[in-house]
């Protein structure tokens, strides 16, 4: 990036003919793409050679970092075996069966079942179409509406988008669609009013739901939406007693809840699943990024028997479930998760989160002490957040234009680490993998960026 261009390189060749994910496209012309040439570990390699310690995992997700050979060969084997087949019309396949029946046990989602799609925001979508023949089964068809929060992030197709909470998401397309709609975020950081504590801000939070509820009218409200811990709206943590209040008024109006756990889930909060470091109780999950590492696009919804009874009455009459993915269920994803999921846990995944997480959340703290633009440090286990601010004890966030966030960013990706700026919040969500020297290094890297970005604006 910001290096010349030549005629016919990678870079000018992207810049010609391939359009980005969540990338400016003039900025794209003008600085050229980083090319990824390989990984190792840990770190990624960029053409010129350069390492990065990729501390996000890429996007949340390379759980067993970006070389793992066992991975790589539980799906040459697949791919020997058999390539490709589907799930449609009664196939199946061994695997199959075997990653549903263990999904099934990992969530705690007894008597449950599973079911596959290709990506997170596919997984998010078959929750709400499940959540709607729910309703219907059970003589509520007009319980359509789905509640989403405030700066949350549910991925990218429509519906996906229309549940997100953040207005990039919806400025371009007109979203959200009807019948998508949001309540507050529960950011104690952000969102506490003056003299307020915990216990009120989470009556309050609750109070509001109820509130939109009974506007929207309890007939109408099909299921709430909700990452257990915020990822990309910024790493938030919710007070302690927020599930456990926000599920009573759900259960009150008989709406279900849909746990988003594509980037909690695996270990990711200190815990398997998000749900059990929040306290938080689902009717469906939907899984995906750390479920393969995304060593291949393979996600999974798991639901509550009353979910699947709801569609096995449904379709009574002889209809099948109208809903499916070529590749759901795909035999090679099927195997690459289930080796991930058995490395998980060889490498006893909780207690090494734990510890790990712990260390870099010890070097942030220490940070936070010394650094005058440190507001905050959350998160739970490998998930975690640095908010920066122009005023530690006001809160006061320093002028938007500066974009202080994207600045940490350019002087981390000099500095050999790629980290992710959500505004001015600094994400880290580092490989699973990483060791004592790992954490060190990591927080080396963020403690040299962040003087410099302190020099640069104090
Ligand atoms: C919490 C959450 N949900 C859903 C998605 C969408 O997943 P995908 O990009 O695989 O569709 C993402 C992606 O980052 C995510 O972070």
Request: charged share 20%; hydrophobic share 45%; proline share 4%.
């Amino acid at each position: 990036m910001n290096k010349p261009v030549l005629a016919n390189s990678v870079e000018a060749r992207d810049i010609a003919f391939h359009i980005h994910s969540q990338t400016n496209p003039q900025l794209l012309e003008e600085r050229g793409p980083l090319v990824v040439t390989r990984g190792e570990g840990i770190r990624v390699y960029d053409s010129a050679g350069k390492a990065y310690i990729d501390a996000m995992a890429g996007l949340w997700c390379a759980s067993l970092g970006f070389s793992n050979e066992r991975l790589a060969a539980a799906a040459t084997l697949q791919y020997r075996e058999l390539g490709f087949y589907h799930t449609f019309f009664q196939r199946t396949m061994d695997g199959v069966a075997t990653l549903a029946e263990k999904l099934v046990s990992l969530t705690g989602m007894e008597g449950g079942k599973a079911y596959f799609a290709t990506s997170g925001s596919e997984a998010n979508e078959t929750m709400v179409k499940l959540a709607w023949i729910y309703h219907t089964v059970r003589g509520k068809p007009t319980k359509r509406k789905v509640i989403a929060r405030d700066r949350a992030f549910h991925g990218s197709t429509i519906a996906a988008a229309s549940m997100c909470g953040l207005e990039f998401m919806h400025r371009e397309f007109g979203l959200p669609l009807p019948g998508f709609l949001h309540t507050l975020c529960p950011s104690s950081y952000r969102g506490m009013l003056e003299g307020e504590d915990e216990v009120a801000f989470v009556e309050r939070l609750a109070s509001e739901l109820e509130k939109l509820i009974l506007r929207e009218g309890p007939d109408s409200i099909a299921a709430f939406i909700a990452e257990p811990i915020n990822a990309g709206g910024g790493i938030i943590v919710p007070p302690k007693a927020y599930f456990a209040r926000i599920q009573e008024v759900l259960k009150k109006y008989d709406i279900l809840f849909l746990d988003d756990e594509i980037v909690c889930g695996f270990g990711r909060t200190g815990n398997w699943f998000g749900k059990e470091t929040v306290g938080a109780q689902p009717d469906m999950m939907a899984l995906a990024k750390g479920l393969s590492s995304s060593y291949f696009p393979i996600s999974a919804v798991v639901v509550a028997p009353a979910i699947y009874e709801a569609l096995r009455e449904f379709n009574k009459g002889g209809g099948n479930f109208g809903h499916g993915f070529t590749n759901s269920g795909h035999p090679v994803g099927v195997a690459v998760a289930l080796e991930a999921v058995k490395i998980y846990e060889e490498m006893n995944l909780v207690d090494h989160v734990r510890r790990m997480g712990a260390r870099l959340r010890a070097h942030f703290e220490a940070m936070a002490d010394r650094s005058p633009i440190v507001g905050q440090v959350r998160g739970a286990g490998l998930m975690l957040g640095i908010e920066i601010v122009a005023d530690k004890r006001t809160k006061t966030p320093f002028d938007p234009s500066l974009q202080v966030g994207m600045q940490f960013d350019r002087l981390a990706y000099n500095n050999g680490l790629v980290a992710r700026c959500m505004g001015d919040v600094l994400g880290f969500s580092p490989p699973l993998i990483v060791n004592e020297a790992d954490v060190d290094e990591i927080a080396d890297r963020v403690d040299r960026s962040l003087k410099q970005l302190e020099a640069h604006l104090v």
